[in-house]
Nanobody
Framework: QVQLVESGGGLMQPGGSLRLSCTFS????????MGWFRQSTGKVRELVAT????????YYADSVKGRFTTSRDNAKNTAYLQMNNLRPEDTAVYFC??????????????????????WGQGTQVTVSS
């Protein structure tokens, strides 16, 4: 059984940085595409970033492009979301999700949240001065 646990959230001033981690428990992490989503109060959950299971392809929402970077360390069974130049509108609960194993070809980035098989519990990120 796969379990995902996010960490690294917290309170940060505008312009600051945070790195979220998503620790994967189970077998076959390297075969899972990993996605990051967020949900603000009163809003629907939205896709922030995702990477293919190979790590060779990534997708970013326009609102975070150039500021956020997703990566993975297969040796540590961990995915990361580096968030730079944070803005108040980035305030949300951030979730990681896993799709796989090997659900599609190695360059495919899954944008449909209903296709993700496993979800973490979320971590709060608050950007405020």
């Amino acid at each position: 059984q796969v379990q995902l646990v996010e960490s690294g959230g917290g309170l940060m001033q505008p312009g600051g940085s945070l790195r979220l981690s998503c620790t994967f428990s189970g077998r076959g992490f390297s075969g899972y595409a990993m996605g990051w989503f967020r949900q603000s109060t009163g809003k629907v959950r939205e896709l922030v970033a995702t990477s293919s299971w190979s790590g060779d392809s990534t997708y970013y929402a326009d609102s975070v492009k150039g500021r956020f970077t997703t990566s993975r360390d297969n040796a540590k069974n961990t995915a990361y979301l580096q968030m730079n130049n944070l803005r108040p509108e980035d305030t949300a609960v951030y979730f990681c999700a896993a799709d796989g194993p090997y659900s599609s070809h190695m360059y495919y980035t899954e944008l449909d949240e209903t296709q993700y098989d496993y979800w973490g519990q979320g971590t709060q990120v608050t950007v405020s001065s």
